[in-house]
């Protein structure tokens, strides 16, 4: 590749980063501003930080929005594992159609998902609050969970079971002493790829949540319609990077599986 | 104990309407290394996974020990495989590994330990009892999968293909440390391959399967030299076929013309006139001459030299005879003689020894 190539290649690629970071990293800076209603730089702060530590309301939502992130992701996860396992060790009729359907969830938009289990819940009287948040978090999440475990599992040789079962290991063996322990950085991935989801998610929940149970998105949400402080940008800086920390251990989890 | 450790009688297997295998009966002794010879897809690996548990017969009965085993779940027979992609659990270290079965049945680790290093000193691996599969060569993947398979004393061990995965030399010396390894033990070795030369070099006895069905049981060189039928012949080795009609069968002898000239060659089997048969005969039991090398070349074909190969130590011919039928034949070198030069072109004399070939009833 000639130089100039390689310095169009370079020009592409660092615009597409900037047209995708650009914004954030307006948020990161103007979250230090010492400024209150200017997008002008006005000097380093702290001030919105410590104005953010002082909200009450805040905190009260974002350990709701942590419960509830850490509930939801252990339960899909768990089920997730499950549902993965049962696809890839067993045949079954209509197996592939179930696999069609984990990933028609996937890419399902979320308002059609929000709206039908709202109505669900309001039919089957599930009172919004917690516990539908927590139904609804479990229900988008378990795709993910699924495809993200049964995407490791099909890089496992089948015969490592059948050589388990002719070593004289039970099915409770198996699973515990082999398929658990090979699937271990998937399972982790994918509890760090559900909490995140949860953490961040505000269309579905928008729909299921009730006053009882106020979560960090939706406060954050109902905020911005009073206009964007300079306490909002200092937290979505939180978020954002709670985000980035969880995602980044999530691909270094299932990285250190390809090696091992 | 019985005379047999593992016994197939009228063992059939249909998968949906598929015959994959027809009527196998096959006993196997105690200590003995068989191989299953045969084209992939001939059922070998069937068999294999029925003697291992996870095949279950359509019908028949598969003895083990002489006790009825086809309701014997895979955990529970005390038969263990070796697989052809090793199957070693890569998130356990080699020890680990090899002491998986042991602690299946929940030994205390005091008795566990000296087992495995036991069994990976056989293997030659006792040093790399720490290391994960991954860190490890095929080869040596290839021993610790060995070692975990014959640390719980099995009466019969089951390897599925394990040297095709490997390169060339290493399979060459792996043939070698199998035969040895299964001698030092004495546990039964059911061998299943398609490498024909495999399976001659290291076996007491070949099972030869083709299409379901077992074609002929005999020891490595009765297989070779006496092939049942022509499906046998022609797998195992190459072979040149000389289609004819019988003229006359008189004094354990039939007459029969090849390439123009009759002959009488000896056959206890008896055949009547118009019968028609095959003479068989292998590449290495031809011999070719130069023109000017013979004098009587009665009992001898002419033909023209179409291809020489070199192979070190022999060298291929390939011969095209009057009829234009191209024959096979392969010389071994001799020091003190310089005639195996050949030159494309050439013409020269054929002939084999009289006795070495094989005669088959034709086959439709």
Same mark, same amino acid.
């Given at each position: 590749m000639s130089k100039n190539q390689n310095k169009l290649g370079n020009c592409f690629l660092g615009s597409t980063y900037a047209f995708l970071y650009l914004p954030i990293l307006i948020l990161i800076a103007l979250s230090f501003n010492n400024a209150r209603y200017s997008t002008t730089w006005h000097g380093f702060s702290w001030q919105w930080y410590s104005l953010l530590f002082q909200d009450t309301d805040l905190w009260i939502s974002a350990l709701h929005s942590l419960v509830l992130g850490v509930t939801a992701g252990c339960i899909s996860t768990l089920l997730g594992t499950l549902a993965a396992i049962a696809l890839f060790r067993f045949k079954f009729q209509g197996k592939s159609l179930l696999q069609g359907l984990i990933f028609v969830l996937i890419v399902i938009p979320d308002i059609v998902l929000g709206i039908a289990l709202l109505m669900l819940f309001s039919k089957i009287q599930v009172p919004l609050g917690f516990f539908s948040l927590l139904l609804a978090h479990i229900t988008f999440c378990l795709p993910f969970v699924i495809v993200t475990i049964f995407g490791r599992m099909?890089?496992? $040789?089948k015969n490592i079971f059948e050589a388990a079962k002719d070593l004289g290991a039970s099915e409770f063996i198996i699973f515990f002493k082999v398929t658990i322990p090979m699937l271990l950085p998937a399972i982790i991935a994918g509890l760090l790829l559900s909490f995140t989801l949860s953490f961040d998610d505000v269309m579905i929940s928008y729909f299921v949540s009730g006053p009882s149970f106020e979560i960090l998105p939706l406060k954050i949400f109902a905020m911005a319609k009073l206009g964007i402080k300079p306490e909002l940008n200092a937290l979505c800086t939180i978020i954002f990077l709670i985000t980035i920390v969880t995602t980044f251990s999530a691909q270094l989890f299932l990285r250190k599986n390809k090696h091992a | 104990m019985t005379d047999y450790v593992i016994e197939l009688q009228d063992i059939n297997k249909r998968f949906h309407d598929q015959h994959v295998l027809n009527n196998i009966n096959l006993q196997i002794k105690h200590g003995e290394f068989l191989t299953l010879l045969g084209p992939s897809g001939c059922g070998k690996t069937t068999i294999l996974r029925m003697i291992s548990g996870f095949e279950q017969p359509t019908h028949g009965q598969l003895l083990i020990d002489g006790k009825n085993a086809n309701n014997l779940i895979a955990e529970a027979r005390n038969v263990h495989t070796v697989f052809q992609s090793f199957a070693l659990f890569p998130h356990m270290t080699v020890y680990e590994n090899v002491a998986f079965s042991l602690r299946c049945q929940k030994l205390p680790e005091t008795e566990i330990k000296p087992r495995v290093f036991e069994a990976l000193q056989i293997v030659k691996l006792a040093d790399f009892a720490q290391r994960k599969p991954a860190q490890l060569s095929g080869g040596q993947q290839q021993r610790v999968a060995i070692a975990r398979a014959i640390i719980n004393r099995p009466l019969v061990l089951l390897l599925d293909e394990? =040297? #095709? #995965? =490997? !390169?060339y030399r290493l399979r060459k010396s792996m043939q070698v440390e199998l035969k040895q390894l299964q001698r030092k033990l004495g546990i039964t070795f059911i061998f299943v391959t398609h490498d024909q030369e495999e399976a001659l070099s290291m076996s007491d006895r070949v099972v030869v399967l083709h299409d379901g069905q077992i074609q002929q049981i005999g020891k490595p060189r009765e297989v070779y030299e006496?092939?049942?039928n022509l499906t046998v012949a022609k797998f195992i080795g190459e072979v040149n076929i000389f289609p004819t009609t019988v003229i006359a069968y008189q004094n354990n002898a039939i007459t029969v013309e090849i390439e123009g000239q009759v002959h009488s060659y000896k056959s206890k089997k008896a055949y009547l006139p118009e019968d028609k048969v095959n003479i068989l005969l292998r590449p290495e039991d031809i011999r070719v001459y130069d023109t000017t090398e013979v004098d009587d070349t009665n009992d001898m074909y002419p033909g023209i030299i179409e291809e020489v190969i070199y192979k070190g130590t022999t060298v291929d011919l390939m011969v095209k005879l009057n009829s234009g039928k191209v024959i096979h034949a392969m010389e071994f070198f001799d020091? $003190? !003689? $310089? #005639?195996l030069v050949y030159t494309l072109g050439e013409k020269v004399w054929i002939q084999w020894i009289r006795g070495w070939e094989v005669i088959l009833p034709h086959e439709a």
């Open positions: 099909t890089h496992i $040789d | 394990p =040297l #095709s #995965s =490997l !390169d006496n092939p049942a020091e $003190d !003689d $310089d #005639s």
